[in-house]
């Protein structure tokens, strides 16, 4: 298989979770509203969710892509690793990469911790029904606002969840800039303003994610 081909998995999967995530963060926003109104609607929607056929069709494509994405960079990182065993004798790394560049596996293993935690919190609970039972609200909806609320009033998951964004930021935001890459665009000036484009487009979904914890904590 070509390393081409690799790429371009990493990085039409990546794409399709960038999309996920600016989803998932206008459905998480909920959260900041006053208690009465984001109970009700934050429950409500994430039943009309589950209740769609369609949005379960995504949901597997999710998975999927999730997969995907973890297996082929992790046999790209691996590769990389092989051929560069014997390190450069003269290598100015930080002028020749990012920073971020350099840790793309290290940054997504930290990702995946995140997302293996925060399926167990959520996804486990809620959809297989795993671990504590979740109850109903007045309407009669699954009361996903109180698992977010219960979770995000223990200080070490708030702790967890905001600092493990400035990570989930970097891998975003180089992680974008080389999807564009991988799948063709080479013009100079395009790629700087994807570069661009990336940058606060990682920084939007870094800062609002790592907010919302917070500020349930202190609802
Ligand atoms: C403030 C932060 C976040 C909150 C409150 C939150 C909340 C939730 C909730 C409630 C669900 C379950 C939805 C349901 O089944 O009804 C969920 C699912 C999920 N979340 Fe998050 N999330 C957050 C951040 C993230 C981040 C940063 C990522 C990825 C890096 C992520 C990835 C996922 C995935 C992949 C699912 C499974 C999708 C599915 O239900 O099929 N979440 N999240």
Known sequence: ????????????????????LIVHLSANSLLLLPESIARSLYNSY?????????????????YLSIILHVVYAAII??????????????????ENSSWASQNMGFLGVLVLVFIVVHMANFWARIKLGIGESVGLDTDGYVDVYQVTYDLFHNVYYVLFYSIL??????????????????????????LRILAKISLVYAAVMAIGFGIIPLIVYFK
Not at 46 to 54: A, D, F, I, M, Y
Not at 77 to 94: E, G
């Open 1 to 20: 298989m070509s390393m081409f081909f690799r790429k371009s998995v990493v990085a039409t999967t990546g794409l399709f979770l960038c999309i996920f």
């Open 46 to 62: 994430s039943t009309t969710l589950r209740e769609s056929t369609l949005i379960n069709v995504v949901g597997y494509i999710l």
């Open 165 to 190: 964004m400035i990570p989930l930021g970097f891998h975003l935001f180089h992680g974008l800039k080389s999807a564009f890459k991988s799948l063709g665009f080479y013009h100079k000036k395009g």
């Open 77 to 94: 990182t691996y590769k990389n690793r092989k051929t560069r065993s014997v390190s450069y004798a003269v290598n100015h790394k930080s």
